[in-house]
């Protein structure tokens, strides 16, 4: 695909459900990162895979959080018990090789109501 | 493990003045350095990086960088800003392994006529 692709592109939730949310990474693009970017803040470091397996899941905020990649390729990223401080955008990049930078894709806006 | 201090939230400046956009890290370990950008209602985009050789790094839109490794800044700056640069600015940091890249809180830029 011509760039990174993020499914859906809004979500909206109620508090205590599950969610997931995809991304589909740039063909050929080894490394997968999930970032969430809340109202005001920066971006928080969530995961990160180097094909599919995750180096670094030092980020995810707490065990209702998981993430997986399969083929190398698409990557889910699962809430459980969704509270309402999940809430924010939560954005999918990929990079190919060792010298990044990163393409982002346009986000899910997850709001946990 | 690295980190990345945006020391301004906000920064207001006038259309055609210069601007300076602070941004200093942490890293026991040999780095490669980013900007990012975000333009109101868009995705993150690459504005320039650092990744080795000449420390002053130009980027799109005539922006420029300068790796101070003593200082541990890579500040960016711009000398005649024009409207179309208001955007919220991202710094980011990987170790020179290229695994996580890690964001600064960002620094909004609003440029006033």
């Known amino acids: 695909g011509a760039g990174v692709s993020q499914s859906p592109s809004n979500k909206v939730t109620e508090k205590g459900k599950d969610v997931e949310l995809r991304c589909d990474p740039i063909s050929g693009h080894t490394a997968l990162y999930w970032y969430r970017q809340s109202l005001g803040q920066g971006l928080e470091f969530l995961i990160y895979f180097q094909g599919n397996s995750a180096p670094d899941k030092s980020g995810l905020p707490s065990d209702r959080f998981s993430a997986e990649r399969t083929g190398g390729s698409v990557s889910t990223l699962t809430i459980q018990r969704t509270q309402q401080e999940d809430s924010a955008v939560y954005l999918c990049?990929?990079?190919?090789?060792?010298?990044?930078?990163?393409?982002f894709g346009n986000g899910t806006r997850l709001t946990v109501t | 493990a690295q980190s990345v201090t945006q020391l301004d939230s906000q920064v207001p400046v006038f259309e055609e003045a210069p601007v300076e956009l602070r941004c200093n890290y942490s890293s026991s370990v040999s780095v490669y350095l980013f900007w990012y950008v975000q333009y109101p209602n868009q995705g993150l985009q690459l504005l320039l990086k650092y990744l080795s050789g000449s420390t002053l790094v130009k980027g799109i839109n005539g922006f420029e960088a300068e790796f101070n490794k003593s200082q541990t800044s890579f500040h960016l700056r711009k000398p005649s800003v024009h409207i179309s640069d208001t955007a919220e600015y991202f710094c980011?940091?990987?170790?020179?392994?290229?695994?996580?890249?890690?964001f600064g809180s960002g620094t909004r830029l609003s440029i006033r006529p």
């Open positions: 990049a990929s990079s190919l090789g060792a010298a990044p930078p990163l393409h």
């Open positions: 980011a940091v990987s170790d020179s392994r290229a695994s996580k890249i890690i």
